[in-house]
Every structure is written in C-alpha cells, then in structure tokens.
C-alpha cells in the first residue's frame, strides 16, 4: 500500500483557517486521497476525498498538488469542535473498499479559543 | 437512520477467554468491516465482510474471526484473548465500494 506522511501534532485559533498536510510521494495513478478525522471517543468520520482536481464540501477542501504527491485539508474557520485526529489516507479504486488500508497516526489538531 | 451501531459499548475479559462483538450497519449497506484500534494509534484493518464471506484479511492471527448475517449485521469473535488485544474495536459499512461510516466502536480491556 502507498503511505501517507503527515505531521504529529498541530494547533490553531479558533475561527482561523486551518492547512492540513499530508505527503504521499508514492501514490500510484489509482489511488484517491481521503480525509477522515476522528473526535474523542468516537469512531472516524469521513471528511473529504479526491483524485486530481480540488474539491470543497461543507465541512472542508482538499487542494491536490499537481504532481498529486502531497495534498492539504483546510478547514476554513476552525470550531472548537473541530478539534480531533485528522488522518489523509489512500484507497486504490481497482481493489474496491479499503482492504488493507492502514490509517497511520495522523495530526492531532488541537483549536485554541 | 440509526447509523452504524455496535454493542456492547464496554467489555472487561481476562486472558484465554473468548469474546463475541456485533455491528449492525447503517441502513441499505451491505459490506462490514472491522478495525482494531490500540491507544494513541491510527485503526488496523482485520477483515471485510460482503455476502457473508470474508472478502480481504488483514495481518491478525486466525484467533480473530467474524460472520456476516444475511440482513448484513456483523460479528468480530476473539479466541483465547491475550493482554496486547485490549483495544477500541471499529466497525464500518459501507456499500461494495463505497465510502466508509463508522460506529462509536467497543472498547475492550483484557487483564
């Protein structure tokens, strides 16, 4: 499976826009990018996900780059309810479902009053 | 529509017992699949379920084994239960390919 690289940890003011990283240099041309992210003591919730071009949805963007070795998830004004493990993963079309997907650590994203 | 629930919510076991968990999906889904989740990490792949075979494996020993039920409800046994087996215990739906939605998940604590 293609892995993805993100940061440990990271912080923000509330109602501040928010740039998520996440680097997957060895993604292959079936694999699109998704963003889960999980709040305390519940299970991951899907966010947003993408294969080539930006994408927006009410909770979030995705900007790919264009060589779609990194992508960002920005969150346009950050809550305190947005405070939660963000993980970027990768799921390969051709295998269907997430079969042997390992989500990784993530980034912590802790939302300062 | 209720989501995707799973029971119980908590569980204490003790080490070689065996422990049975449930999911039932979000309405209309019919693919299950279930994750181990250890403190301060990212959810681990066990397997996936679709017309009550198990489709693809993750890397976890035969002592983790499920079923699907025809109305796509689901279980996640665990044989012989080992103290490194305490973990949150996800399952998500999804249609055959499909996103993901995941329940709250069962905690489950081996001493």
């Known amino acids: 499976d293609a892995k993805t690289t993100q940061p440990n940890s990271m912080e923000s003011n509330e109602e501040e826009p928010v740039h998520l990283p996440c680097n997957h240099s060895?993604?292959?041309?079936?694999?699109?990018i998704h963003w889960y992210r999980q709040l305390p003591s519940q299970g991951p919730e899907y966010v947003i996900h993408?294969?080539?071009s930006n994408v927006n949805n009410r909770m979030a963007s995705l900007a790919i780059a264009e060589d779609r070795k990194s992508s960002t998830l920005i969150l346009h004004r950050a809550t305190l309810r947005d405070a939660a493990v963000y993980y970027c993963?990768?799921?390969?079309?051709?295998?269907?479902?997430?079969?042997?997907?390992?989500f990784g650590t993530g980034t912590k994203l802790q939302v300062i009053p | 529509d209720a989501g995707v629930t799973q029971s119980p919510t908590h569980l204490i076991k003790t080490r070689g017992q065996q422990v049975t968990l449930r999911c039932s999906p979000k309405?209309?889904?019919?693919?299950v699949s279930w994750y181990q989740q250890a403190l301060g990490q990212g959810p681990q792949f066990i397997f996936q379920?679709?017309?009550?075979?198990?489709?693809q494996r993750g890397n976890f020993p035969d002592r983790f084994s499920g079923h699907q039920f025809p109305n796509y409800s689901s279980e996640l046994n665990v044989n012989a239960l080992l103290l490194g087996d305490s973990a949150l215990y996800l399952c998500?739906?999804?249609?055959?390919?499909?996103?993901?939605?995941f329940g709250p998940g069962t905690r489950l604590t081996v001493l």
């Open positions: 379920y679709y017309e009550e075979e198990e489709r």
């Open positions: 060895t993604i292959s041309g079936t694999d699109y």
């Open positions: 993408g294969l080539t």
């Open positions: 998500a739906s999804s249609l055959e390919r499909g996103e993901q939605f």
């Open positions: 993963i990768l799921r390969d079309v051709r295998s269907g479902g997430y079969q042997k997907v390992t």
């Open positions: 309405s209309g889904h019919d693919t």
